[in-house]
T-cell receptor, first 117, second 119 residues
Framework: GAGVSQSPRYKVAKRGQDVALRCDPI?????LFWYQQALGQGPEFLTY????????KSGLPSDRFFAERPEGSVSTLKIQRTQQEDSAVYLC???????????????FGPGTRLLVL | AQKVTQAQTEISVVEKEDVTLDCVYE???????LFWYKQPPSGELVFLIR??????QNEISGRYSWNFQKSTSSFNFTITASQVVDSAVYFC????????????????FGKGTKLSVKP
């Protein structure tokens, strides 16, 4: 596609429910990032994929958060047993991944706004 | 430690005024990259500019200009003759060279500056 797409755009979950958030990166982009943005704050890094390999998951806040990108394109961020503090906007970004040295421009999707009641 | 500080939480100007958004960063790396993104009310982060640490030349793009000064670790953003459509939250971000300190090139964002341009 022309840009990064994410679904759903909005998700309301009851505390304790599992949720799955989808990201479809720009076609051909090797690198994929997930960020969490709390209200009134800047995005914070969660995890990074290079193709299907998850190379960095240091930002995942707990073991309830799990991400995958099995075929190196679409990625899913799963949150198990959601808590109220998980309420945030979850942003996905992709970059070409060809420079090998970091610092590439990341292109963001519209985000998924998650509200846990 | 890597850090980005945007000291201005909110700025309000009247249309056609010039406005400067400040950004100060901290990094131990000698190779790094700086970015500005715009986040309109719709929520999507829109890329504006990317600079690497070796290029201190200021850049102008239409009404937008950026002033990068390594001596003060600042990367400020100026909008000339602001318009209502410029109203948004603006984020400054830092990315270190991949592999340094375990970094994978992820972005480190400031808290953002909310700009309101009134007609």
């Amino acid at each position: 596609g022309a840009g990064v797409s994410q679904s759903p755009r909005y998700k309301v979950a009851k505390r304790g429910q599992d949720v799955a958030l989808r990201c479809d990166p720009i076609s051909g982009h090797v690198s994929l990032f997930w960020y969490q943005q709390a209200l009134g704050q800047g995005p914070e890094f969660l995890t990074y994929f290079q193709n299907e390999a998850q190379l960095d998951k240091s930002g995942l806040p707990s073991d309830r958060f799990f991400a995958e990108r099995p075929e190196g394109s679409v990625s899913t961020l799963k949150i198990q047993r959601t808590q109220q503090e998980d309420s945030a906007v979850y942003l996905c970004a992709s970059s070409q991944g060809t420079s090998g040295g970091g610092g590439e421009t990341q292109y963001f999707g519209p985000g998924t706004r998650l509200l846990v009641l | 430690a890597q850090k980005v500080t945007q000291a201005q939480t909110e700025i309000s100007v009247v249309e056609k005024e010039d406005v400067t958004l400040d950004c100060v960063y901290e990094t131990r790396d000698t190779t790094y990259y700086l970015f500005w993104y715009k986040q309109p009310p719709s929520g999507e982060l829109v890329f504006l500019i990317r600079r690497n640490s070796f290029d201190e030349q200021n850049e102008i793009s239409g009404r937008y200009s950026w002033n990068f000064q390594k001596s003060t670790s600042s990367f400020n953003f100026t909008i000339t003759a602001s318009q209502v459509v410029d109203s948004a939250v603006y984020f400054c971000a830092l990315s270190e060279a991949r592999g340094y300190g375990g970094s994978q090139g992820n972005l480190i964002f400031g808290k953002g500056t909310k700009l309101s341009v009134k007609p």
